[in-house]
């Protein structure tokens, strides 16, 4: 098992370019989540999958936010016209709902994104 | 309007000794809790987490109590260890109702010191 995995780790970007994040999961999770965090604060939710279907997106993800999983795999997360507000570091988490109970989230190492 | 509120900063505790770190939280819909560790430059881990239907759930070092009339539940770690410096923030979700992305706090930054 490889865990979360994302790509880029860092991406410096100037203000008005777009930029595309990517996260692939642990294989057999069928529910993918993406979070931004900034300095002092908790990671805060922005949209999640169960499978290839977004079944959320927070009031925090504005229009120019997409984020995709087509196939329920991979997942891409792309910001348009990026502003220096977006600077932040940008977390995916999976997991897979047991029957059991335990829902558990686990986390990718992030995309650190930098807006000059 | 923070609905999970860690309200200490920072705490120090030595090497050895047993680590508290709280959380509260505001929304009586929350079902499922969970504690996370950060590394800097690392995503957060997960630790323990405990379900709204139990007050205690315990794993090695690692115990959480969740107290539902107040709202409230503490992480224990006994005995600390150097290594458990880092970053721990309470998260909660609706997740018994079907309801899973999760909420945080802004994290407590442990200390431990040998």
């Known amino acids: 098992d490889t865990g979360v995995s994302q790509d880029p780790r860092h991406k410096i970007t100037k203000r008005g370019q777009n930029v595309t994040f990517r996260c692939d999961p642990i294989?057999?999770?069928?529910?993918l989540y993406w979070y931004r965090q900034t300095l002092g604060q908790g990671p805060e939710f922005l949209t999640y999958?169960?499978?290839?279907?977004?079944?959320?997106k927070s009031r925090l993800l504005s229009d120019r936010f997409s984020a995709e999983r087509p196939k329920g795999s991979f997942s891409t997360l792309e910001i348009q016209r990026t502003e220096q507000g977006d600077s932040a570091m940008y977390l995916c988490?999976?997991?897979?709902?047991?029957?059991?109970?335990?829902?558990?989230?686990?986390f990718g190492p992030g995309t650190r994104l930098t807006v000059t | 309007d923070q609905q999970v509120k860690q309200n200490s900063p920072s705490l120090s505790v030595q090497e050895g000794r047993i680590s508290i770190l709280n959380c509260d939280y505001t929304n009586s819909m929350f079902d499922y809790f969970l504690w996370y560790k950060k590394y800097p430059a690392e995503g957060p881990t997960f630790l323990i987490s405990i379900s709204s239907i139990k007050d205690k759930n315990e794993d090695g070092r690692f115990t959480v109590f969740l107290n539902k009339s107040a709202k409230h539940l503490s992480l224990h770690i006994v005995p600390s260890q150097p290594g458990d410096s880092a970053v721990y923030f309470c998260a909660a979700s609706s997740a018994l109702s079907g309801n899973t992305p999760l909420v945080f706090g802004k994290g407590t930054r442990l200390s431990v010191i040998a």
């Open positions: 999958f169960q499978n290839e279907a977004q079944l959320e």
């Open positions: 988490a999976s997991s897979f709902p047991p029957a059991g109970g335990g829902y558990e989230q686990y």
């Open positions: 294989s057999e999770h069928n529910r």
